[in-house]
């Protein structure tokens, strides 16, 4: 085996994208609360286009907690209780394990596993985990780099460079959907590839033949 690694994202690479504000705006109707914007649940949940106020969390006390806090600001007059808490967790896997995956690249990444390592470098917090397991099944990576067992997120450097340290001496390939995401790979000497939007099996399966071929 070369000392080649081709890392990827998860969500608009792997996963079609999601619009989880949405998904917890209807959950929390479910939960009787009402008048909530979507876009006040989009402004609360994202901290930027690739990360949510929950990825860099890495304790599940402080995810609750967080959660619970996250629904406080729409619940109006409804005190937030540990029922809503685990009702909003329950439907929100339940919801968003129908999210739609491209099968054609999941099955790509792991016909590589012979040619060189492979691994996954993906904003993700941990109710989402279940979910991106079942789409890239984590068991065969060579490497996980998850920014809630990290505490760290894309696109700051701190992650890339905790990567780069772990990767010393390899030759990196790393696929991202975000053009803010291939900013600091790129200073560290990484190959990138910018991933096109609405599925990109082609361009992502050029992408690693060519870096294969070098």
């Keep these: 085996m070369n000392n080649k690694v081709i890392l990827f994202d998860w969500g608009g690479v792997v996963e079609v994208p999601a619009t989880e504000y949405k998904i917890m705006r ?28 929950f990825d860099s ?6 995810n609750d907690k967080v959660i619970k806090e996250f629904l406080s600001k729409f619940s109006g007059d409804i005190e937030v209780t540990n029922e ?26 792991y016909s590589l596993r012979n040619r060189c390592e492979i691994g996954i470098l993906s904003n993700v917090q941990m109710l989402d985990k ?22 760290m997120t894309k696109p ?14 390899k030759n990196i390939l ?5 053009p803010n995401n291939i900013v600091v790979p790129k200073e560290l000497g990484w190959n990138v590839y910018l991933v096109k939007k609405d599925g990109d099996f082609e361009g992502i399966r050029n992408a690693c033949e060519e870096f294969l071929k070098e």
């Design 174 to 178: 790393f696929l991202d959907d975000n």
């Design 156 to 169: 700051n450097r701190d992650i890339f460079e905790y990567v780069n340290n772990d990767l010393k001496g």
């Design 130 to 151: 279940f979910r991106q397991n079942s789409h890239f099944n984590y068991g065969p990576l060579n490497y996980r780099y998850l920014s809630c067992e990290l505490g």
């Design 26 to 53: 209807d959950i929390m109707y479910s939960l009787g609360f009402r008048n909530i914007k979507e876009e006040e649940v989009h402004d609360e949940f994202l901290t930027c286009t690739s990360c949510s106020i």
């Design 57 to 62: 969390i890495t304790d599940k006390e402080e």
């Design 84 to 109: 809503h808490l685990n009702k909003f967790k329950e439907l929100y896997r339940e919801l968003m394990a129908i999210n739609p995956y491209y099968k054609e690249v999941s099955d790509y990444i």
